[in-house]
T-cell receptor
Framework: GAVVSQHPSWVICKSGTSVKIECRSL??????MFWYRQFPKQSLMLMAT?????????EQGVEKDKFLINHASLTLSTLTVTSAHPEDSSFYIC???????????????????FGPGTRLTVL | GQNIDQPTEMTATEGAIVQINCTYQ??????LFWYQQHAGEAPTFLSY??LDGLEEKGRFSSFLSRSKGYSYLLLKELQMKDSASYLC??????????WGAGTKLIIKP
């Protein structure tokens, strides 16, 4: 369980174009999804928190008009990089928040499961 | 402010044991997570601790001391495939994950 997919896996585009990345929770409903960016040899950087049916919350320094986030359903969030430039080239990873009742075997009742990531290269 | 500290890089030998430490200072605590991330891939969930003590899962174990703001991930019988970055993350009072920068583990034959 708790499978998250991302599409596309990689994309190469010209400078100035827009790119849309989809994040889907395949076997659970996610009211909250997160978008991260990771540059080579650096740690994850949270870009924004996406809540179903409401506006995303952006981290400081992330341009909301450049990185458009839409969370239209409980299983789908999209990130659109508008007017992409070479400095936007990065590994974009989404995660979906999974909340489940406690079980006798323990384990987290609230955690994040990651999609496989999208590698964006802007020429 | 909120802070997660873990070593930047560690080196160990195949077949040996390695302990990766993590200390944290966060606004509230709702659990500590360890994720594994291979180069070029997304993180995968490894372990979760919310109560003090040791959680064992095969070759991997994770320990938590809430009073000390401290956790460690213990990897036994190291294999070459364990070469990866290991990320420590704490869920704060708002149920947001606060991430450490990750520890790159290098396994040598």
């Amino acid at each position: 369980g708790a499978v998250v997919s991302q599409h596309p896996s990689w994309v190469i585009c010209k400078s100035g174009t827009s790119v849309k990345i989809e994040c889907r929770s395949l076997d659970f409903q996610a009211t909250t999804m997160f978008w991260y960016r990771q540059f080579p040899k650096q740690s994850l950087m949270l870009m924004a928190t996406s809540n179903e049916g409401s506006k995303a919350t952006y981290e400081q320094g992330v341009e909301k008009d450049k990185f458009l986030i839409n969370h239209a359903s409980l299983t789908l969030s999209t990130l659109t990089v508008t007017s992409a430039h070479p400095e936007d080239s990065s590994f974009y990873i989404c995660s979906a928040r999974a909340i489940r009742p406690p079980t006798t075997s323990g384990g987290p009742t609230d955690t994040q499961y990651f999609g496989p990531g999208t590698r964006l290269t802007v020429l | 402010g909120q802070n997660i500290d873990q070593p930047t890089e560690m080196t160990a030998t195949e077949g040996a044991i390695v302990q990766i430490n993590c200390t944290y200072q966060t606004s509230g605590f709702n659990g500590l997570f360890w994720y594994q991330q291979h180069a070029g891939e997304a993180p995968t969930f490894l372990s979760y601790n919310v109560l003090d003590g040791l959680e064992e899962k095969g070759r991997f174990s994770s320990f938590l001391s809430r009073s000390k703001g401290y956790s460690y991930l213990l990897l036994k019988e190291l294999q070459m495939k364990d070469s990866a970055s290991y990320l420590c993350a704490v869920m704060d009072s708002n149920y947001q994950l606060i991430w450490g920068a990750g520890t790159k583990l290098i396994i040598k034959p």
